[in-house]
C-alpha cells in the first residue's frame, strides 16, 4: 500500500513539474503570427543625375514609402531562464514606394517628368531577417512576462518594379537596343524590441512586441546604352526607419 501511494504521488510530482516548466532553459518557441510595418517617418532625398550633359539635382523630389502588413515565423530558444535568442523572419514585405516632384535629370532646361503622376514610383520585395537576444523579466513560470531586446538584421531587396511611364522614360534615354536596371544597397542594421509574452496553457503562448529598425538603402537607377555604356544614372537615399508590430501565437517544443 505504502509503495502504491508512493508511486502515486511521484507521478502527481512529475505532472506538476512539468506543467510548470514555462520558459526555462532549453524550451524552444515556434511563434506565427502578423506583422504590421509603419514607415511613416520614411523619406528620399532628392533625385541626383549624372550624363554626360553633367550632374543634376531634381530640387522638390521626395518619397515615401507607405505601411505594409506580412506575416511573420519567429523561433526563440531559451539559453537560460531569462535570456533567449530570438530569430524573426517571414513572408518578404512588398514595398510600395511614392514620389512627388518634377525629375529633371538633364536640369531645369531639359525634358521632366511629374512623379506624383507615376503611383507607386517603384516596388521591391523586403528581406530583413532579425536575430535578437531578449532578456524575460520574472521567473520560468510567470504566466506574463515583458521583454526586452537588441539584435542585428540584415536587409536586401529583391524584384525591384518601377512604375511602366517611369520605365519607358528611361528606356527612352538608353536608347534601342539599352535597357534600364534599378537596384538596392543591402545593409546591416541594429534593431531594438519591447515586447510581452502570455502563457496561455502549459505549451501555448501569446506575444505581442514592438521592434524599431532604422533602416536605410541607396536606390540607383541606370539607363544602359546597348554597348553596355550607362547613358543616365539617377540616385537618391531612402530612410525606411520602420516601427514593427507583432502579434502572435507560439507553441513550446
Keep these: 500500500m505504502k509503495k502504491t501511494v508512493s508511486t502515486g504521488l ?9 506543467s510548470a516548466m514555462g520558459q526555462t532553459a532549453g524550451s524552444l518557441i515556434s511563434t506565427m503570427g502578423g506583422t504590421w510595418l509603419d514607415f511613416g517617418s520614411s523619406s528620399a ?3 541626383r543625375s549624372s550624363s554626360a550633359a553633367g550632374v543634376f539635382t531634381s530640387s522638390g523630389t521626395e518619397g515615401q ?4 502588413f506580412t506575416a511573420e515565423l519567429a523561433l526563440t530558444y531559451f539559453v537560460t531562464d531569462n535570456i533567449a535568442l530570438d530569430l524573426a523572419t517571414g513572408i518578404p514585405p512588398k514595398l510600395k514606394l511614392y514620389a512627388q516632384g518634377a525629375a529633371t ?8 517628368l511629374n512623379l506624383g503622376n507615376l503611383q507607386p514610383l517603384a516596388t521591391a520585395r523586403s528581406w530583413p531577417p532579425i536575430l535578437f537576444v531578449k532578456y ?7 504566466k506574463l ?7 542585428v538584421n540584415y536587409t536586401w531587396y ?5 512604375n511602366p511611364t517611369f520605365s519607358g522614360a528611361l528606356q527612352n534615354i538608353a536608347g534601342p537596343g539599352g535597357q534600364v536596371k534599378a537596384s538596392l544597397s543591402p545593409s546591416w542594421n541594429p534593431a531594438f524590441n519591447v515586447g510581452a509574452s502570455y502563457n496561455i496553457s502549459k505549451n501555448w503562448y501569446a506575444t505581442a512586441s514592438m521592434t524599431y529598425l532604422p533602416l536605410k ?30 502579434v502572435g501565437i507560439g507553441y513550446r517544443f
Design 45 to 47: 532625398t532628392s533625385l
Design 105 to 112: 535629370p538633364f536640369g531645369a532646361g531639359g525634358p521632366a
Design 145 to 151: 512576462r515583458p521583454y526586452v531586446g537588441v539584435g
Design 10 to 18: 511521484a507521478i502527481i510530482s512529475v505532472a506538476l513539474c512539468s
Design 217 to 246: 538603402t541607396n536606390a540607383t537607377i541606370d539607363s544602359v546604352a546597348a554597348n553596355g555604356q550607362t547613358v543616365l544614372s539617377n540616385k537618391t537615399r531612402i530612410t525606411a526607419d520602420p516601427w514593427i508590430g507583432f
Design 136 to 142: 524575460f523579466f520574472g521567473s520560468a513560470q510567470t
Design 158 to 162: 529583391s524584384h525591384i518594379e518601377l
Design 65 to 68: 514609402i507607405h505601411n505594409t
